[in-house]
C-alpha cells in the first residue's frame, strides 16, 4: 500500500496528526490459535449429542459425526476468505462481495449465533453440575450417608429442579463475565491453551476408557454392544419439536433425502464456533497461511475426534433409557457412570468431567460475550453503528454500552428458555447455519469478481478454457443452504425468534447508519479544520517527523491528562526530547490488518482527545507530535510504537483495572515478544497526584541491595589475597557466579528452584566482615548469604 504522506507543510492553524495504516498485533503460534477456536468449538461436545438424539432418534451420532467431517469443507472456506483478506469475520467478506445490506443480514444472524452461545454454554455446565450434585444424593442414600434433612417424605432424595437450577447458574457466570467484561477482561491465549491441555487429558481418559469398557461388556456378552442405527431415513424418529411447521402434513410420508437434511440441520450446532478461526487468524504469526492451515487442521481432527467419537461412545455404553432421560442434557458425564471400573473411580471421574466441562463452557460464555462486542465493535467501526454505543466507560474506557446490550439479551434469553437446553439448541443452530451461508456465498461471489492470485482455494477447482468453476465452493454453498432452508420450516422456535432477532438488529443497524453518516460528515470536515491528516503504512521517527530518545505519552481521557501535564512539567525546560502524544484506537476482534484512508472514522471523543492535547502542550509553551495507531492489544501497540520511534521512555496514566506492576508486566510480555531488533526503554506510570513508579523493559542491570554490593566486594578482597588474582575485578566475581548458576540450573533445575525459594523468604540481615575459611562460614548470618556462597 502506497504511503499518502503530504510533503507540503500544513497550515499554521492546523496540526500534523499522523495515522497508521498497519494495525499494531500481538502474534501468537498455530497451537494457541487452534487452542483459543477449540475452547469455542469444544464446548457444543458436552450438548450437541443430547440434542441431537432428542430431536432425530437414535441414528444421532452419526449425524454428529457426519457435520464433524462436514466441517472440514466448512473451514477450509474460512481459511481461504482469510487467505484472501487477512481481515476476518463475515461481515467484512459479505460486505466485500455483496454489499452493505447483505452485510448487515450476515451479521445479524451471527449476532443471534453469539448471544445464544453464553446461553446454552451456561445452562449446559449447569445441567452437568447439578446432575453430579444429584447424583451424589443418590449415592448418599445408598450408602446410608445422606443427611436426613435432604430427604423427602417418599424416602427419595430432595433433588435440585435440573433445568431451574441451571438457569439460575448460568445467569450467576453471566453476571461474572458482564462484570469482567465491563471492567476490561484480558483474552489470553495462555488461558485457553491450558484449559484445552486439561480437556484433553479428560478426552484422552475418556476414550480409552471407553474403548476399554466396550471390549469387557462385549466379551463378557456380545448382545450388549450395539452400534446406533444407520443414519437412513427410515432410521430416522423426529420429535414433535423437530419438525416443526411440518408437523400434521403428508411431506413427512416422502422424508427420503429431506428427511436426511433435516437430521443434519438438527445436528449442525456441533460446529458452532467456526467463526472464531477467522477472528484470531490475524494475530497468527508467521508464516501466517501455513499456520492457519495448520491451525485447521488441528482443528479439525481434536473436534472429530472429541465431539464424534464421545456421542458414538455415549451410544453405545449407556442404555437408551437413561441415555434418553437421566443424561440426555450431560452425555458425557453419563459416559463416566457407564464405564467398566469400581464406582469411586467412576464418580471420580466424573467429577473431572463436570470441572473440565466448567472450565470449557464457562469460558464459552466469555467467548461469546467477547465476539459478540467485537461483532459489534467491528460494525461501529464501519460506521454502522452511531458512536453513542462506543463511548468508553468513565472508570474503565471499555465500550461498556454494547457489552450491557449484550448481557441484556443473554440475560433475556436464559430467563425465557427457563433452563432448556432443547429450547435453546433448536434457537442456537439458526445463527450457525446462517452465518455459515453467508460466509459460503461470499466467498463464491468474490471468486467472480476477483480472478487474482489467492494463498488457498477450496479444492477441487476445474478449469474449463478459461474459466475456472470452483466446484469445491459451489457444493459446500448448496449443501449449507439446503440445511439452512430446511431449518426454517423444521424449527419453528428458530424461525420465529431468528427472523425477529435479525430483523431488529438490521432495521438498528440501518438507522444507526444513516444517522452516522451525517454526524461523520461533519466529524470529519472538523477534524481537518483543526488537524491534518497523513496516513503513513507504519510508524517510524521520519513519518512523526522526531529525534531519537524521545517521549510517548498515552492518552484516552481528555477531561483528565495528568500523564501528559506530569511529562510537560517535567521537561519544560528541556528541548532535547520530542514528545510523542499516542492514541491507540483498539481495534474489534477479527478485525482487518490494514486500515486504508477511507475505513477510518473519527470520533467526536478523538477529536476531543487530540485538541485537549494541543492545548495542553500549548500552556506548558511545548510542541508535541500526535499519532493513532490502530492496534489489537494495548501493550503491543506501546511496544511496537517504542521500538519503531526509538522512544527512551513512555509514560502512562495509572489504571483503574490494574496495579502499575501489572501494567509494567503487561508491557515486558508484549516488548518480549517482539523481533529483534528492539530498544530498551523506560516506563512511566504515574497517577493523579503526579506521584510515580518507573519500570526498565528490556534487559538492565539488577537493582542490587547494600548487602548484596558488600557480599561482593568481601568475596573480592577474600580473593585477591591469592597472588594469581591480584587483577581480579567485581564484575569477575558475579560473571563466576551466574556461570555456576547457570550450569547448575541445567543440571538440577529443581534443587535450584528450591534453594531460590528459601533464599527468597529469608529477609536480609545486616551482614559482618568473613573471611573463606572453615571457621569464618559460622560468621554469616543470613541465608541468603549461605545460599549465595553454596553457587561456589
Known amino acids: 500500500m502506497a504511503s499518502t504522506r503530504t510533503t507540503v507543510a500544513p497550515p499554521p492553524d492546523r496540526v500534523r496528526l499522523i495515522v497508521a495504516s498497519s494495525v499494531m498485533l500481538t502474534f501468537i503460534s498455530f497451537w494457541r490459535a487452534a487452542a483459543i477456536v477449540l475452547n469455542d468449538l469444544g464446548s457444543s461436545a458436552f450438548y450437541a449429542g443430547g440434542i441431537a438424539e432428542h430431536a432425530v432418534g437414535a441414528a444421532a451420532p452419526w449425524f454428529i459425526l457426519g457435520i464433524m467431517l462436514f466441517s472440514f469443507a466448512v473451514r477450509a472456506v474460512y481459511v481461504e476468505s482469510c487467505s484472501m483478506f487477512t481481515r476476518g469475520g463475515v461481515y467484512r ?43 451424589l444424593m443418590l449415592v448418599g442414600q445408598n450408602h446410608h450417608l445422606l443427611p436426613q434433612a435432604l430427604i423427602g417424605p417418599n424416602g427419595a432424595p430432595n433433588y435440585f429442579p435440573v433445568n431451574h437450577t441451571s438457569a439460575v447458574f448460568a445467569a450467576i457466570v453471566t453476571i461474572y463475565y458482564w462484570w469482567q467484561n465491563t471492567k476490561g477482561i484480558e483474552e489470553s491465549s495462555d488461558k485457553a491453551l491450558r484449559v484445552m491441555q486439561i480437556t484433553t487429558v479428560m478426552v484422552v481418559i475418556l476414550l480409552a476408557w471407553g474403548a476399554f469398557s466396550i471390549i469387557q461388556k462385549y466379551v463378557a456378552n456380545p448382545a450388549s454392544i450395539q452400534l446406533p442405527p444407520p443414519p437412513t431415513p427410515a432410521h430416522l424418529n423426529f420429535s414433535d419439536d423437530a419438525l416443526g411447521f411440518l408437523k400434521g402434513t403428508s411431506i413427512l410420508k416422502y422424508m427420503g433425502m429431506f428427511g436426511i437434511l433435516m437430521a443434519f440441520g438438527h445436528s449442525i450446532l456441533a ?121 468508553p466507560h468513565k472508570r474503565f474506557g471499555t465500550s461498556h454500552r454494547i457489552v ?37 456465498l461470499a466467498m463464491l461471489v468474490l471468486r467472480w469478481k476477483y480472478h487474482g492470485e489467492r494463498g488457498w482455494k477450496v479444492p477441487p477447482n476445474i478449469k474449463i478454457g478459461k474459466t475456472e468453476v470452483p466446484v469445491g465452493l459451489i457444493s459446500v454453498f448448496f449443501v449449507l443452504l439446503s440445511i439452512a432452508i430446511v431449518n426454517l420450516f423444521t424449527k419453528s422456535v428458530a424461525t420465529v425468534s431468528g427472523i425477529a432477532f435479525a430483523a431488529a438488529f438490521f432495521v438498528i443497524f440501518t438507522i444507526s447508519e444513516r444517522i452516522n453518516k451525517k454526524k461523520h460528515a461533519l466529524a470529519e470536515r472538523q477534524m481537518k479544520d483543526h488537524f491534518q491528516l497523513e496516513h503513513q503504512d507504519k510508524v517510524s521517527r521520519d513519518s512523526v517527523g522526531i529525534r531519537s530518545g524521545g517521549i510517548m505519552v498515552t492518552m484516552r481521557d481528555a477531561a483528565n491528562p495528568f500523564a501528559l501535564k506530569w511529562t510537560l512539567a517535567k521537561h519544560a525546560h528541556d ?23 477511507e475505513e477510518q472514522n473519527f470520533t467526536e471523543y478523538e477529536q476531543m482527545l487530540f485538541t485537549k492535547a494541543i492545548s495542553v502542550a500549548e500552556s506548558f509553551g511545548k510542541t508535541v507530535s500526535l499519532l493513532v495507531v490502530p492496534a489489537g492489544d494495548i501493550f503491543a501497540a506501546l511496544a511496537q510504537s517504542a521500538t519503531s520511534l526509538e522512544i527512551d521512555s513512555v509514560v502512562s496514566g495509572i489504571s483503574s483495572k490494574m496495579t502499575a506492576e501489572e501494567q509494567a508486566y503487561y508491557l515486558g510480555q508484549a516488548w518480549e515478544a517482539l523481533p529483534q531488533p528492539k530498544r530498551q526503554f523506560n516506563f512511566y506510570v504515574v497517577d493523579e497526584k503526579g506521584q510515580f513508579k518507573v519500570f526498565y523493559i ?78 569464618d562460614m559460622a560468621a554469616l548470618q543470613t541465608k541468603r548469604e549461605r545460599e549465595t556462597l553454596k553457587l561456589h
Open 575 to 597: 528541548e532535547s526530547q520530542d514528545v510523542v502524544v499516542l492514541n491507540a484506537r483498539i481495534m474489534a476482534v477479527g478485525g482487518p490488518e490494514f486500515i486504508t484512508p
Open 404 to 440: 450491557n446490550l449484550v448481557f441484556a439479551l443473554q440475560m433475556f434469553t436464559i430467563i425465557v428458555s427457563m433452563g432448556s437446553i432443547d429450547m435453546l439448541g433448536e434457537a442456537y443452530a439458526f445463527g450457525v447455519i446462517w452465518s455459515f451461508t453467508f460466509n459460503s
Open 93 to 135: 467478506v459479505v460486505k466485500e462481495a455483496l454489499g452493505g445490506t447483505f452485510a448487515k443480514l450476515s451479521v445479524s444472524a451471527l449476532m443471534f449465533d453469539y448471544i445464544l452461545t453464553g446461553p446454552i454454554s451456561g445452562v449446559s455446565a449447569g445441567q452437568y453440575i447439578v446432575g453430579l450434585m444429584n447424583e
Open 698 to 775: 528490556g534487559p538492565h542491570a539488577p537493582n542490587l541491595s547494600p548487602e548484596d554490593v558488600q557480599l561482593v566486594h568481601r568475596l573480592w578482597l577474600n580473593m585477591r589475597r591469592d597472588p594469581a588474582f591480584a587483577h581480579l575485578h567485581h564484575s569477575d566475581i558475579i560473571t563466576f557466579a551466574l556461570t555456576r548458576l547457570a550450569g547448575q540450573y541445567a543440571r538440577d533445575k529443581g534443587e535450584i528452584l528450591n534453594d531460590l525459594r528459601n533464599c527468597q523468604a529469608c529477609p536480609p540481615t545486616p551482614a559482618t566482615p568473613l573471611d573463606l575459611n572453615g571457621k
Open 271 to 391: 460446529m458452532s464456533g467456526e467463526e472464531s478461526l477467522a477472528q484470531v487468524n490475524r494475530e497468527i504469526a508467521h508464516p501466517k497461511l501455513k499456520n492457519l492451515k495448520r491451525a485447521a487442521i488441528v482443528i479439525a481432527i481434536y473436534s472429530l475426534i472429541f465431539t464424534g467419537g464421545a456421542t458414538l461412545l455415549a451410544s453405545i455404553l449407556i442404555p437408551t433409557l437413561e441415555r434418553t432421560t437421566i443424561y440426555k442434557d450431560n452425555l458425557i458425564a453419563g459416559l463416566a457412570m457407564y464405564m467398566v471400573g469400581p464406582e469411586v473411580l467412576r464418580i471420580g471421574f466424573r467429577i473431572f468431567v463436570v470441572v473440565v466441562g466448567f472450565l470449557i463452557l464457562s469460558g464459552a460464555i466469555n467467548t461469546s460475550m467477547i465476539g459478540s462486542t467485537g461483532v459489534l465493535m467491528r460494525v461501529a467501526e464501519d460506521g454502522v453503528l452511531t458512536d453513542w454505543f462506543r463511548r
